[in-house]
């Protein structure tokens, strides 16, 4: 008797039970017929559903565990980036799992491909732009505050987006910078190392000059200024002898390279000023030119006899 229940409880496990879960399983849109049907069931919208949270709670996991040493704004930032790369993990797992449970998706594949070529192609630079927003926050190339010069124009950054970066110029203009220039050209960060940077003032005086005196004018004018920095110490080289002047260089070093060219004014003028108290002077290009008299040539004797006599 005990037997016989166990069988008839198995048997209507596996006929009735397992068979009524499937038939609800396979419930669904059924389209055409052969290798080119498609089914569009309960179960695989189940399939879809359980690999779409599964998905989502492996990507949250795996975006706390690279944010989890990244401060407030860089963790905004590659939030925001993380959107993105998101939802194509979403694309591509609804595909595979499409493709897991028989639906041909070559189709689809096809026709994603081109859509995608397609609107690669035009909006190459805003992916470029993308993608260089991306480096930059992951490899912490560029930070708000530092100094960059890109096309000979220097600013200060104060904004990263994902696209573009935002800097103040000298004169108080914002510059746009997209974040592809960044990965492609050459751009010079002043301040990324450190916040000291060495500069340089370049100046001629007139040959017969006192070099030795102008070396120490020269670090007499740098000494003076405020906002340069004692250690390392300034110093001071005889560049070269120039077509009109002998060449000087005097280097130094600040903390401030954005004010750079007000404080290089302010030197110059010191400059200028000690070495007309001291009777330095400092040339202006001269050429020397030499004009010679033309002198005719004379020629001397009969030249109608001479001629004649060549004739002979």
């Given amino acids: 008797m005990m037997q016989n229940t166990k069988e008839e409880i198995s048997e209507f496990i596996r006929e009735d039970l397992w068979e009524g879960i499937r038939e609800f399983l396979n ?3 059924h389209l055409g017929e052969g290798e080119k049907s498609i089914h569009i069931t309960v179960g695989l919208l189940l399939l879809v559903t359980v690999s779409f949270i599964a998905t989502k709670f492996l990507l949250g996991q795996l975006r706390k565990f690279i944010t989890r040493k990244m401060d407030g704004e860089d963790r ?12 194509v993990i979403y694309v591509a797992v609804i595909l595979l799992t499409m493709s897991a449970a028989g639906i041909d998706i070559t189709l689809l594949i ?35 505050g530092d100094i960059v010069e890109v096309d000979g124009r220097v600013g200060r950054v104060f904004e990263i987006k994902l696209r573009t970066t935002l800097a103040l110029t000298r004169d108080d203009k914002v510059m746009v910078i997209p974040n592809h220039k960044f990965i492609q050209d050459t ?27 102008v070396t120490r004018l020269l670090l007499q004018a740098v000494e003076e200024q405020r906002g340069v920095l004692k250690q ?28 750079d060219p007000k404080l290089k004014s302010q030197m110059r003028y010191r400059i200028d000023e000690l070495f007309r108290e001291n009777k330095v002077t400092i ?29 002979g």
């Fill in 232 to 259: 390392p110490k300034p110093f001071v080289l005889f560049e070269d002898f120039g077509d009109s002047a002998l060449l000087f260089s005097v280097h130094f070093h600040i903390t401030d390279v954005f004010s």
């Fill in 27 to 29: 419930m669904g849109l």
């Fill in 76 to 87: 905004m930032k590659f939030i925001t980036i993380f959107k993105y790369i998101r939802y």
């Fill in 283 to 311: 040339p202006f290009p001269q050429r020397d030119v030499h004009f010679f008299a033309h002198t005719p040539l004379h020629v001397t004797g009969d030249t109608t006899d001479n001629s004649q006599k060549r004739e």
């Fill in 187 to 213: 751009v010079y960060n002043y301040t990324q190392n450190h916040r000291t940077t060495r500069e340089a003032l370049r100046v001629g005086v007139a040959y017969g000059s006192d070099v030795k005196l």
């Fill in 110 to 144: 096809t026709a994603s491909a081109a859509l995608f070529v397609g609107i690669g192609l035009a909006l190459q630079d805003l992916f470029q732009d993308i993608i260089g927003g991306m480096l930059i926050v992951v490899d912490k190339s560029l930070r708000v």
